[in-house]
């Protein structure tokens, strides 16, 4: 667990964070993005141990962003992400694009993001919602509601 509760901050990272800004908790999500997986795939591809990654996901699951469903045939589960986890995706890609720029592998990318379509390579980027047009980041204000403007 983090050693501050951000549950109490009026800051919509802030509770985000409270929710997956614990140790191993975004990877068990990067994890379950792409499809469910039973207990032992997890530990095995994180390195966790059992005790904490038991922890994480009962945290997850209540609160909503995985859920438990039983193998056929077996007393035995996977854990799939649900529609709440899924709207993580592109927050957690966007941690990856950031994370291939500023901390790359000298052995070259460690993941690619592409259109299922045509295979052409996606990012993550700010687009204007009532016409979906780009944003360059340096144009883009973030105002709080408290603080006044901000920029980032």
């Known amino acids: 667990m983090t050693t501050r509760s951000y549950a109490q901050l009026r800051c ?5 964070l409270s929710l997956v800004g614990d140790q191993w908790t975004l990877l068990i999500v ?7 997986r039973r207990f032992e795939e997890l530990r095995e591809a994180l390195g966790i141990s059992r005790n904490l990654l038991t922890q994480r996901l009962r945290q997850l699951e209540s609160e909503g962003l995985l859920e438990r469903r039983p193998i056929e ?3 035995r589960f996977v854990y799939a992400a649900t529609e709440k986890c899924m709207d993580l995706r592109m927050a957690v ?3 990856a694009e950031w994370g291939e720029r500023w901390r790359p592998d000298p052995e070259g990318p460690r993941l690619t ?3 299922r ?3 052409a390579a996606v990012g993550v980027r700010f687009c204007r919602l009532d016409d979906g047009a780009a944003v360059p980041s340096e144009e883009v204000k973030v105002r709080r509601a408290k603080a006044g403007a901000v920029t980032a």
Do not use: E, N
């Open 12 to 16: 919509p990272i802030a509770q985000a």
């Open 30 to 36: 990067r994890d379950l993005l792409s499809r469910p």
């Open 73 to 75: 045939g077996s007393r």
């Open 93 to 95: 890609l966007a941690l």
């Open 113 to 115: 993001v592409t259109d």
């Open 117 to 119: 379509k045509d295979g």
